[in-house]
C-alpha cells in the first residue's frame, strides 16, 4: 500500500529520497519506491509541515527532555556526568496490518523461547533426540549448571524475551538477536514515548496508537503468577549491579512504573533458605526478585566468588522454592546465535508448530558442512562467537582484511563448536534528523514479551535504535545509537478504545495499576544513606552558596579600597568562608592584583567540582545521590537537577559576575527543597532526606557563627561581620525588623538569639534540632541517638546567652566550637546507628585435598 | 604393562573429613556448598554418611546437583570465630581391576571415533566432558604435551596407562607449589602439582583426543602394606581422571600415583573438573581478612566381610 506524493512534493523528504538511492536493495522505513510507507502518511506530513529547521527543534526539545527527566545510559565517568540517552524526534511507525502479523509470531517465538528454555533445565530432549547439537548448549556459558532443574511456579519459565528484529530487503522482519539474560529497555521504550508524546504532541495525540501501559500491567500480574505459590501477596524487588550500571535509569525507572523497590546485593540477605530485605528497621521477607545483574554475578557462593554484585544462597533460595528469580538464573543460555538455525525443528518438537518468524540464515560451525561453508564464505558474512565474551564481538566479514580472515580462520578451527556466521542482512535504513535534514541510518527493532496466561504479551511498541553513522551496521546502544519511539497504530477497530487510554502513566511514585501486593515498607540502610546524604549535600550546596554570596558582595564593594572598615570585614567574612568550607589551598598566581586573586578565588568555590568544600562539590554530590536512590524519588525532581547541573558544568568566563550564577544554583536548590517539602510522601524514605538536612543545617549555622561572630573583631566592624552572618543564614530581615521596633540592645546577642534558640526560626540551631527529634520518631528507635539529640536539646535550653556575650568572645567562641564538635559526633552516631552496612563479604579459601 | 600393585576385592571403609577454619576476626553470617558425602556408584555402596557442622547451622539441606553428586547447602548465622565441618561416611566399595588387555582391542582414535558414532551413549554425558571446562582450557601448550603423551595411533589400553605414567614420571608431587587456581599452563611450565593438577592434566589429554573425561574427587586408603612405599596422597583428599570407553562405559585412572584405581579409591563426587565439585567452598561475611585451614583426612578399613 502505498501512498501517492502531494502534489506540492516534499521538500525534506525528496532530498532524503536521493539520499536513499545509492543503497540498492535496502528498504526504507518511511519511503517506499514511489511514495510513502502505509502508515507513515501522517508523519510525513509532519516532516513536511515541520522542514529542517523545525525538526531540529524538535531534536533539540527532545534532547531538553532527555536531560529534564534525567535519563542516562552508560556509567558515571568522571563526577556525575553520565552518558545521556539520545532521542530521534521521528517515530518508526508500523501500520495495524504489519503488526497484526509481527505481533503473534513474535508471542510464538517467546513461547518456544520458554519451551527450549524449560527443556534445557529439564529432561533436555532436545539435546538428547539430536534437535539441537548438545555442544551448542553445553559449550554455552550462559548454561549454568548450578541451576539445573530449578523451577519457577505457574506456567512459564520465561519471564520476559526482548527480540531484536532487522528488516530484510524482501519486507519481512528477521530475528537478529534474542535477549533473555535480563533484557533491558522496556523502560527506556516508554521513557522514548513519553518524551515524543511531548515532542511531536499533535501527531501522537491525532494518531490512533496502541498504549505501552497494558505490557506494564501484565508484567506485574506475571510477577504475581511466578511466586512462590506459599506468598499471598508476592513482594517484589528489583536486584541492580548498582547506580553505575549502564542501563540504571531503564531498572528506576521500570521499578518506578511497576512500585517495586530498586535494590542492591548488600540490601538483601539469605536466612533459613529465603530471601530477605535489610531495612533499617528489620528484615522484610522477599518473594520476586527481577534480576538485573547477570547470572553469573548473583550468587558469589555457587557461582562467581569474587562476585560483590549477587547474594550468597540466592540460587538455593529458588532450588528450593523459597524465591522466584526472574528472568531465571542460566536463561541467557538463549541468548545464543548458534541456537538459531535449530529452532525451526524445536518448534516442531516442542510446539507442534512451524514457527513463523524467521532468523537470519546462521551457520554453526560445529557442524561440517556448515563450517565449510562458513570458511569458504567467510569474508561475506558475519561472524559471530555464540556467547558474547570480553573482546569477542561480531566481525563483518567484508570489512576484514586478508589477514584479519585467516586469523579469525584459525580460531574457528580451533574451537569450531564456539563459532557461527550469519548472512549480510541489507537492513532497513530509517531517516535521522541531522543538521544537513534527514539521514538514511539502519535500523534495529527490539521488541519485548513478557509471560500472559498460556502465552505471552508482547509490548505494542518497542525500542528502535538506529546507527550513529550513516554506513554502519553496527547498531548498538555501546556504540551510541540513537533511540526511536516505535508506534504501533490500532487496527480500525480498535482505535476508538486505544486512542482513549492513558498512554504516559503519571510521573510519580504510583505504581501502575491497583496493587494487590504489600508494598515494601521499610528502606535498606544502603537507600537511607543516600536519602540522608542527599539532603545533607542539597543542604551543604545552599549554605555555601549563600556564604559565598554574602562575601562576594565585600569583595565587590571593599577588594578595591584596601584599609576600609569593609576590607577589614571583607578578609574576616573570606576567613570565615575558608573555616567554613574547609577549602583553603586555591593557588593564587603570584603577580595578581589582590582583587583578581580573590575573585579567581571565590569563582574556584562556586565552580570547582573537584574541590571538596564548594559548591560545584556538594552540588554534583547532590546529583549523585539522588541518582543512586532514583526510585524513591518524583520524576520532577530530574527537572531541577539538571538545570541545576548545567548551571554546574557550564563554565563562566573569568570575568563573568558571580552573582547570577549563584542566584541561579540557589534557585535550583530551593526548588529541590520545596519538591522535597511539598511533593513527598511523610513516609521513611523523607524523614531520612529531612534529617540530613538539620544535621547538616545546624553545622552550617554553628560554623557560621563561630568563624564569625564569635571572633574579635575591630569597633565598626563587628556590626558588618553580624550582619554578614545574619545574610548568610538568611535572618537578616527579622534582625533588621526587631532592630526598627528597638528591640536590639546588642546587636550580637540578638543574632546569637536569632539563630542558635529561636524556635520559630527554621534556620535556627534549635528550630534543626527539634525537626531531628520529629525526624527520629518517625524512624526505627535507636536510643543512642535519641539520647545524644536529647543532649543536646537540653544544652541549647541551658544557654545563657548573657553570660556568652560577656567580656571577649573567647568565651562564645569555645562555647561554640564544643557545640560543633557535639553535632558532629551526633551526626556520625546517627550515621552508625542508622546505616548498618553488613560486615565485608570474602570467599572462603577453597578447600582442595 | 598391566600395574601389579592394583587390589581388588571387596572391602569396606569408614572415611571421616574434618575440615576447620579459625578466623581472625568473628564472622557473622557463612554459606556454604560442600561435596563431601559420597555418591553411590556402579562399584561403590555408601551405607550410612553425616555431615557435622559447628556452630549450630540455621540451615543444612541436601540436593543433588548436575552431575548427580550429593551436594549441601549450609548456613550459619550464629556469630563465630572457629567453623568445622566434618563428614563421616561408611562405603562398601568392590572395584574391578579394568582389563586394560581387551581395550588393546581398539585404537585411541578408533575408541574416540566410536564413541563419536554410538547413538546409544548420550550426547549431554559425552558433549559435557569432550568440551573444555574452566581449568581444563584448550591451549596450545597442552596440545604439545598431549602429541607427547599420547599416540591416537596405539592401542587404547596401553595409551591410557602411558598417559598416567607419562604425567606420574615427568611432574613432581609437590604440594604448596600450585593451588586450586592454578591454571594447566602453570602446572605444565612448573612440571610440579599435585593431585588435582596430575588429573586435570590427564583430564586435558584425554579430551583432546576425544575422549571423554571427566574429573574425580574422593580419597584413597593409604595404610601402606607392609615392606611397601606410603603412596602420596595419604591423609587428605584425592582426585584423579576418569575416561569414558566405548560402549560408555568409565574407568578411573591415577596419574599420582601411576595406577588405575581400584578398590581402594572412594568416589565422593565427580564434575568437568575441580569448580564443579570442590569439597568445600565458601562466603563468610566479617571484617576479618586472614583464616586458618586445617584439614584433617582418615580412611580406615573396617574389619568385616562385605
Known sequence: MTAAIPEDGNPVLDRYRTRLRPRQGALDEILTSDGVRAGSQDLASSIDLLGVTGLLTRREQARRFVEDDGVTYGGSPVVTRNRRWTVDPLPLVLDAEEWARLEPALAQRARLLDAVLTDLYGSRRLLREGVIPAEVVLGHPGFVRQADHIRVPGAHQLFMAATDLARHEDGTWHVIGDRTQAPSGAGYAMETRRIIARVLPGLHRDTPLARLRAFFHTMRQALQEMAPETAEAPRVVLLTPGAGSETAFDQSFLATLLGFPVVEAEDLTVRDGRVWLRTTGRLEPVDVVVRRVDAWFSDPLELRPDSQLGVPGLLEASRNGAVTVVNTIGAGVLENPALLPFLPAAARVLLDEELTLPSVPTWWCGDAASRAYSLEHLDQLVIKPIARDVGLTSRFGWELTRDQLDELRRRIEAAPWSWCTQERLEMSTAPVVTSLGLEPRRLVLRTFAVAQGAGYHVMAGGLARVGSKSDTYLVSNLSGALTKDVWVLSAADAAGTAASGDDVPAPSRQPVGHSRGTPMTGLSPRVAEDLFWLGRYAERAEGTARLLRVADDLTQDYANRPGSRGAVAMYAVLDAVNAVTTVRHLGDRPGDPPSTALRRRLRSLVTDAMLPGTVAFAGYRTVRAAQAVRDQLSLDTWVVLSRLERRLTEIPADDAPLQPILAQVLESLLALAGLSAESLVRDPAWYFLDAGRRVERAQQVVSVLLHTVATDQPEGVDGMIVESALLACESVITFRRRDAAGLVTSPVRTALELLLLDRANPRALAFQLERLADDLRHLPERASVDAALGSLSALMRETDLDLLCRGDRARLATFLAELHASLLSFARLLERESFVHPAPQRALGVVGW | ?306
Request: aromatic residues 8%.
Open chain 2, 1 to 306: 604393562m598391566i600395574a601389579a600393585r592394583v587390589e581388588a576385592g571387596a572391602r569396606r571403609y569408614e572415611v571421616t573429613h574434618r575440615t576447620e577454619y579459625r578466623y581472625e576476626e568473628e564472622v557473622t553470617g557463612s554459606y556454604g556448598r560442600a561435596f563431601l558425602l559420597p555418591r553411590d556408584t556402579d562399584e561403590q555402596w555408601c551405607r550410612s554418611s553425616r555431615l557435622a557442622v559447628s556452630p549450630e547451622p540455621s540451615l543444612i539441606e541436601e540436593s543433588t546437583d548436575h552431575f548427580g553428586n550429593r551436594s549441601h547447602y549450609i548456613e550459619i548465622q550464629n556469630r563465630h570465630q572457629v567453623l568445622t565441618v566434618t563428614s563421616t561416611s561408611v562405603l562398601d566399595i568392590d572395584r574391578p581391576v579394568p582389563d586394560f588387555a581387551a581395550l588393546n582391542a581398539w585404537t585411541v582414535a578408533g575408541a574416540a571415533a566410536a564413541l563419536r558414532a554410538d547413538s546409544d551413549i548420550d550426547p549431554v554425558e559425552r558433549a559435557s566432558f569432550l568440551l573444555p571446562s574452566p581449568q581444563v582450557e584448550e591451549q596450545t601448550v597442552l596440545r604439545h604435551f598431549a602429541a607427547r603423551a599420547i599416540d591416537v595411533d596405539a592401542h587404547l589400553g596401553d595409551a591410557l596407562l602411558g598417559l598416567v605414567q607419562t604425567i606420574y614420571s615427568e611432574f613432581a608431587y609437590a604440594s604448596g607449589v600450585t593451588t586450586v587456581t592454578t591454571t594447566l599452563g602453570e602446572v605444565l611450565r612448573k612440571r610440579q602439582g599435585v593431585c588435582q593438577d596430575f588429573a586435570h592434566l590427564a583430564v586435558g589429554v584425554l579430551r583432546l583426543v576425544g575422549l571423554p573425561a571427566r574429573y574425580v574427587s574422593g580419597y584413597l586408603e593409604t595404610q601402606p602394606p607392609l615392606g611397601q612405599p606410603k603412596l602420596q596422597g595419604a591423609d587428605a583428599s584425592h582426585a584423579w581422571a576418569s575416561v569414558m570407553l566405548p560402549s560408555g562405559r568409565w574407568i578411573d585412572l591415577d596419574p599420582t600415583n601411576n595406577q588405575p584405581a581400584d578398590s581402594r579409591y572412594v568416589v565422593t563426587a565427580w564434575g568437568r573438573d575441580y569448580t564443579d565439585v570442590p569439597p568445600l567452598k565458601g562466603v563468610i561475611f566479617t571484617e576479618g581478612r586472614k583464616s586458618v585451614l586445617h584439614v584433617a583426612v582418615d580412611v580406615i578399613r573396617l574389619d568385616t566381610d562385605v
